[in-house]
């Protein structure tokens, strides 16, 4: 199972590459809160990423979930450098003992401390090119656009990424 934030279904949205999640093993997710961030307050400002992230809730890609009274919930809402998004992410992962699929390290890092996998959005467009459902191309230009949309990618974490990337291609 995966746990989405906010940034991945942006992120993959803006770039028209939600489908990708369609290749991962396990249901996807979204906390209601994420799903208030990113549609019900992105489709309010007219965001077209937001639509996308709606056709693909609507299309059974992902399941709106809650994290209202976890015990985790309750323990982490109050955490300085967590937003609520983070800390229903992270609720709901370890509710439903599912992978968080996050960016930010902030959320990282507590999923680290509370024992909740992780991975990134670069991972799961790694992983679909590994997989062989895009080609290594297509991973790379899905990469760059993200970045050419605003995605924050560190120029290390960028230089892995295009390595492991070429790796693939042997």
Known sequence: MWIFDAT????LAKVDRL????HLDGD????ERIH???????LDAGYPDARRIERSIEAGVFEIVSADGNRLWDRLQDSPGLSDADVAVLACADAFDATAVMDESAGRTAAEIEGIETNGTAYLVLLCAKRG???VAQARETIDSMVDDGWHCAPEL???????????ED
Do not use: Q
């Open 19 to 22: 489908d990708l999640v369609t």
């Open 133 to 135: 459902h895009i080609s």
């Open 158 to 168: 960028y230089a892995r990424i295009v390595r492991k990337l070429e790796s693939l």
């Open 28 to 31: 996807c997710f979204v906390p």
């Open 8 to 11: 991945p279904l942006i992120y």
């Open 36 to 42: 208030a961030e990113v549609v019900t307050a992105g």
